[in-house]
């Protein structure tokens, strides 16, 4: 007796093969993670740092106020007194500029070493899909701070990240922390 196929099964086969790889993979394969160099710099606003160099950068999900608002001279003072004398580890995610065109970072301090990044599309699975945010601070960086994260434990700014730009790595982090100071 002769075997016929059915129609669609070299569809279902294919896609029960890409399942698999999705799955068995997490979606990314193997992740290597990128070993961060220090840098040095002042702080310009409450979320602006320069670099000894002279480069210009803003921190992830933080939206200190503006020159001429109460706040401005605290926050950018407290910046300044997180940063100042410090290397500072610049972790990148999957949005890289504001619309400014400024680079935009998450800021790690007092590391043990230099610390260990995921790369900056870690987040990324698919358009639709993402990792799970991170809430431990990298490798090579257990006992540091997460500066972002310090200024919004000060109340000196609020959370901020672009919409439809999809999850970043600390930002549930971010908001668990806002919440907890505003409650």
């Known amino acids: 007796m002769r075997k016929t196929k059915k129609r669609g099964e070299p569809f279902k086969a294919w896609f029960v093969g890409l399942v698999t790889v999705i799955v068995i993979g997490g979606g990314m394969g193997v992740v290597k993670s990128v070993e961060a160099k220090p840098v040095h710099g002042v702080a310009v606003d409450g979320d602006t740092?320069?670099?000894?160099?002279?480069?210009t950068f803003r921190l992830l999900g933080v939206n200190a106020p503006e020159k001429g608002s109460d706040k401005y001279e605290i926050a950018k003072g407290f910046l300044n007194t997180l940063i100042e004398n410090k290397n500072l580890y610049l972790e990148a995610d999957r949005v890289e500029k504001d619309r400014y065109g400024r680079e935009l970072f998450w800021v790690w301090i007092n590391c043990e070493k230099r610390p260990l990044f995921l790369p900056n599309k870690y987040m990324e699975i698919s358009p639709w899909k993402h990792?799970?945010?991170l809430k431990k601070n990298p490798e090579g960086c257990k006992k540091g701070s997460l500066v972002n994260?310090?200024?919004i434990k000060a109340g000196l700014s609020d959370v901020y990240f672009l919409q439809n730009k999809g999850e970043m790595k600390y930002e549930?982090?971010?908001?668990?922390?806002?919440?907890?100071?505003?409650?």
């Open 172 to 183: 549930e982090l971010l908001f668990e922390v806002e919440k907890k100071r505003k409650n």
């Open 131 to 133: 990792n799970e945010p």
């Open 49 to 55: 740092i320069q670099t000894n160099d002279g480069k």
């Open 149 to 151: 994260e310090e200024i």
